[in-house]
């Protein structure tokens, strides 16, 4: 291999991360609603299910009640929580009349402790708008508004809100930004998302989902992807299936999410996700469903491998081209990777330890590829259908 075909060999690695990035560009904010209220306000039912968040709820609980919204109510569902986390909930009740407590019935087989537990307060909510949000995330006062004005705006049945990802430790900023990138690659911006006509091209983030009641029972709510390991993104096609529309909006300085705090959650709660879930997701029927194992791994695969060749060009154990190629490869990764982890507000400094975020990536998906649609979450096992 001459040095030419050595470059021309790079040229994935220096093409298209470039093209990547103008896809994901494509996207809106929140930040371009009013965050008046609208008029006259629809009622809001909030169901946020909880199973031991004792850690996060009050936090969540709070921002979601210093909310501007007047119509709203706040159904916490307690999935036969383990820790403190009913108790934290019940106390805050005490406190406001917007907010009550329903314990979970025991969940029947066949369901997600989650989808159970959403449809366990769906069915005792009283709003036009059901909104359904996890327990690890914050809530700015005016997003509720603005949620509600960009579903009009956008005709919207279904309205999703992709926020900041809060990161604390050094293992959640240097795996983080590499997962929900290769989501990105995938899905690209929300324009992207919005514009989908096929539904195995959307996508929606359960950290924020606001659903019209009526297009929810249509579709039989949660009960229709109560076997899904991803029930948000099962949830949004299955309304995109049915005709109805759905929309994603970036809302990163009014939606705040911090899902895992050390690398054993990260592991274990991606772990749950990237394999069951994306399996459902991935276009061309059976044959996709056949390749998925196959090509889910080539995304850190391609990361990790330019610099596993530098290393043994540098030990003599492959040509001068190999390490022509991998050079370039390399250096076009650090400039790439600086970019990706500054947008993800994190310092460029962790691109130079991309192929490590890489490979505790690729092992994460080989794990989940090993156990199938098994899942294991929160102290129970799943089948993920």
């Known amino acids: 291999m001459s040095w030419t075909s050595a470059l021309v060999c790079a040229s994935p690695w220096l093409l298209l991360p ?18 008046d209220l609208p008029q006259p306000p629809p009622s809001i039912s909030l169901v946020l299910p909880a199973r031991n968040e004792e850690r996060n709820i009050e936090r969540c609980l709070r921002s979601i009640l210093s909310t501007t919204y007047p119509a709203l109510e706040v ?43 959403c449809t366990t307060g ?44 809060e990161t604390r430790g050094f293992w959640e900023r240097l795996v983080q930004p590499q997962v929900f990138w290769m989501l990105l690659v995938r899905y690209g911006g929300t324009e992207g998302i919005n514009r989908a006509t096929r539904a195995t091209d959307v996508i929606a983030s359960g950290q924020f989902l606001l659903v019209r009641r009526t297009p929810y029972e249509s579709v039989g709510g949660h009960e229709a992807v109560r076997g899904k390991v991803a029930e948000d993104l099962a949830l949004a ?11 994603m909006v ?54 990790v491998l330019p610099s596993l060749v530098l290393l043994l060009g540098l030990g003599g154990f492959v040509g001068r081209d190999w390490l022509v190629w991998s050079v370039a490869c390399v250096a076009s990764s ?19 330890l991309h192929p490590v975020g890489a490979a505790i990536v690729l ?23």
Do not use: C
């Not at 470039?18 to 965050?35: C, F, I, Q």
């Not at 650090?334 to 130079?352: K, N, P």
């Open 334 to 352: 650090l400039v790439w990777w600086a970019i990706i982890y500054r947008g993800f507000e994190q310092s460029r400094w962790y691109a130079l």
């Open 237 to 247: 096609q299955r309304l995109f299936s049915a005709g109805f529309r759905v929309a």
């Open 18 to 35: 470039p093209l990547a990035l103008l896809r994901v560009a494509r996207s809106r904010s929140l930040d371009t609603e009013s965050g």
């Open 363 to 385: 092992y994460i998906i080989a794990r989940a590829i090993a156990r199938g649609r098994r899942v294991h979450w929160k102290g129970r096992e799943y089948v993920a259908r």
């Open 122 to 165: 769906a069915a005792q909510a009283a709003g036009q708008l059901l909104l359904f949000i996890d327990a690890d995330t914050w809530h700015a006062p005016d997003l509720l508004s603005r949620a509600v004005n960009a579903m009009r705006s956008r005709a919207a049945d279904l309205l999703s809100v992709a926020g900041r990802q």
């Open 75 to 117: 159904i916490v569902v307690d999935d036969h929580s383990e820790d403190a986390t009913a108790r934290i909930a019940r106390d805050m009740a005490a406190t406001d009349g917007r907010l009550r407590v329903l314990a979970s019935p025991p969940v029947p087989a066949g369901w997600f402790g989650k989808q159970w537990a």
């Open 250 to 303: 970036l809302g990163r300085d009014r939606l705040v999410t911090h899902m895992y705090a050390s690398l054993d959650e990260l592991i274990r709660g991606w772990g749950k996700n990237v394999y069951a879930a994306g399996l459902d997701a991935m276009p061309g029927g059976a044959v996709g469903r056949f390749l998925f194992p196959l090509l889910l791994p080539l995304f850190p695969l391609m990361t």
